[in-house]
């Protein structure tokens, strides 16, 4: 099983309770809160722990984007994958993901993830994803053509990166008169493609009709066995046989030298599941963003939902785990286990989770898990 | 004739819209707002002595047929003067309310022989020159439906309309409104930029009603759809929000009853 190093970059440099008065972190937060300052110097540090977590052996770097949010200010994944590409040198750069239905020129991103391939010699993993709601509400782009609009943009990122230009693009919702990208990526026909997933059966099943690389976010085991079901029909429509290569699993994860300064750091993952995730259901989901067949699915399963559990509740459902060296590398297996997935990837640093804690679990994640389940 | 409606399903090229029809005289069309058809209202039965009622629910609404391929109010605007075709009407009064008025202004610049009178309440469909309309789709349903009217406790058919859980299948059906409404509206948000400039062609007699405490369309807008439009008139009322209709229901059926009683030429022929 291959692991994967990834930091949202947060941005928790206000006093808590700051945001209380607001209906969320997310959108309604003041941006008055954002230090110029102190960003400078944690995307200085951020790059440092990627470069540190390539040197130590983790198989790949994930990034993600979001928006309007102190929970992540990463607010180009093509760029930073663009930097990690020139900065390390050997692990995947797993984009997990570029925001597809809000993206008003598919080209260009063909074209930025192309030269983000080109940069790092040949080692972007493309993830493609829907946004949760806030990305909708940020970029004003109608929510009720998500779906439509992510398959759509898809499809052109697809065509440019595999039919020759120039050529014309005239679907419902984008309008090319002239594509001919000249920056195409060094990967043929193009970089893998990985999706993640959280309640969509559609999504699922689209990604098993196409053979990409499927990962569940931060759900309860049943809820990713199930999901990943809807995956391996999708798959079974298709007529393609599904192996471990094909899914994945995302988890908190922190570890250290004793079980006990592990514990600690994993309280910082607290903030991420409750505070930055609080807000109305428009936020997150504004209307047309669920499908009924999505909306069924949650009714079905109703986990609870992270923001209302305790640390201890997250620790015991396997959303953080954190422990020693020994510790984490068993509950991985559990999970290679229970899962049968290929790829693991570790959300490792949040909140104020400080650089010398999680530099030191990185290391620790490089020298002694990663040996120890890479064969299983 | 009876004042209850019947309901039809009328097609409109391959669309069927659920339609309400009831009462005797000049023809009325009801456009409904974003939170669907709210059914045969007191409102309605007032007027149905002296109006033959047509009222549609919207496609992608209710009971109605879906239709994904709109883009916009200008589209359920030419969807309805196609309804109105289809309907048999040469002529005809049009009331629209919220989205619905807004509908009612697209068609009656884009073809005003075809409305004798038009009634617009609290309509949307300008951006105000003071305020904000209110982001509704960023409000919870229950929260909107608290500011969306004045006073629950003043609204005779509160009960009726607001006072029961709704089962499942209601409550999908409100989903389906919420989301159709958000498919027409999104972006501009609830207005259209261009729509000033063809507001001078709408010559017809037009009323335009708004609730002085409407909290949802700045009344303001009433004043602006007044001046650009060549002969209407504003009619505020007092202790009233954004539901005129439902909120005030004899003194909004009297306003519309006298201002459709001037001499008309509407007519209507043999379906």
């Known amino acids: 099983m291959k692991l994967y190093y990834f930091s949202e970059m947060p941005h928790h440099e206000f006093a808590d309770g700051a945001g209380d008065a607001y209906p969320s972190l997310r959108l309604a937060f003041p941006n008055a809160h954002f230090s110029p300052e102190k960003a400078t110097a944690n995307y200085r540090r951020y790059l440092d722990e990627y470069q540190l977590a390539d040197e130590v052996g983790y198989h790949g770097l994930m990034v993600n984007e979001h928006h309007s949010t102190p929970s992540c200010v990463n607010v180009s994944a093509n760029m930073t994958a663009g930097i990690l590409g020139r900065i390390t040198r050997r692990a995947k750069i797993l984009i997990l993901g570029n925001i597809l239905p809000i993206q008003d020129n598919p080209v260009r991103m063909a074209e930025e993830i192309a030269m983000a391939d080109l940069i790092s010699g040949g080692r972007v993993l493309s993830g493609f994803v829907r946004g949760v709601g806030v990305e909708s509400w940020w970029a004003n782009v109608n929510p009720v053509h998500n779906r439509e609009r992510f398959e759509e943009c898809h499809d052109l990122i697809l065509k440019c990166w595999t039919t020759p230009g120039p050529f014309r693009w005239e679907g419902r919702h984008y309008h090319f008169r002239h594509v001919n990208p000249w920056c195409l990526p060094l990967q043929k026909p193009h970089p893998p493609i990985w999706v993640p997933g959280t309640a969509s059966p559609e999504t699922a099943i689209w990604a098993g009709r196409l053979g990409y690389t499927y990962v569940p976010f931060l759900v309860p085991v049943d809820i990713a066995r199930e999901l990943f079901d809807y995956y391996r029909q999708g798959a079974a429509e298709v007529g393609r046989a599904v192996t471990d290569d094909n899914l994945g699993f995302l988890v908190c994860s922190v570890t250290a030298d004793t079980q006990a300064a592990a514990l600690e750091a994993g309280r910082h993952f607290v903030w991420r599941m409750g505070p930055t995730l609080r807000g109305p259901a428009e936020f997150f989901s504004p209307v047309g963003m669920q499908s009924s067949a999505g909306r069924r699915f949650a009714l079905k399963k109703q986990p609870v939902p992270l923001a209302s559990q305790s640390y201890e509740d997250l620790v015991k459902g396997d959303f953080v785990i954190a422990g020693t060296p020994d510790y984490v590398a068993d509950r991985f297996a559990h999970l290679r286990q229970a899962l049968g997935i290929g790829h693991l990837l570790l959300e490792a640093q949040e909140s104020r989770m400080d650089h010398p804690t999680t530099m030191r679990s990185i290391e620790l994640m490089g020298q002694k898990v990663s040996p120890a389940i890479e064969d299983q | ?271």
């Open chain 2, 1 to 271: 004739m009876s004042k209850e409606p019947r309901e039809e399903m009328i097609a409109v090229g391959g669309t069927r819209v659920h339609t309400l029809i009831g009462g005797e005289g000049a023809p009325l069309v009801v456009l409904h707002g974003a939170g669907g058809n709210r059914g045969w209202r007191r409102w309605m039965a007032r007027l149905a002595d002296h109006f033959t009622i047509y009222a549609p629910t919207h496609p992608g609404f209710g009971a109605s047929d879906a239709a994904n391929w709109m883009e916009g109010i200008e589209d359920l605007a030419r969807f309805y003067l196609w309804f109105v075709d289809t309907v048999g009407l040469e002529r005809a009064h049009v009331l629209g309310h919220s989205i619905g008025g807004w509908t009612a202004a697209e068609m009656a610049v884009s073809a005003p022989r075809v409305i004798d009178r038009l009634v617009l309440v609290a309509p949307v469909g300008l951006k105000p020159e003071r305020g904000e309309i209110l982001d509704v789709f960023y409000h919870s349903p229950a929260e909107l439906t608290r500011l969306t009217v004045h006073d629950p406790k003043s609204i005779p058919e509160w009960e009726d309309l607001y006072g029961q859980t709704p089962t499942p299948a209601q409550a999908e059906i409100a989903i389906r409104n919420r989301e159709m409404a958000a498919r027409l509206t999104w972006r501009p948000y609830m207005h259209n930029p261009r729509l000033s400039h063809f507001l001078p062609r709408a010559s017809m007699p037009t009323l335009v009603i708004w609730g002085r405490e409407d909290r949802i369309v700045p009344v303001v807008c009433g004043e602006q759809y007044c001046r650009l439009l060549p002969r209407a008139t504003l009619r505020v009322l007092d202790g009233c929000g954004h539901l005129p209709p439902i909120e005030r229901p004899d003194a909004f059926a009297a306003l519309v009853a006298d201002f459709l009683a001037t001499p008309s030429t509407a007519s209507r022929s043999q379906r």
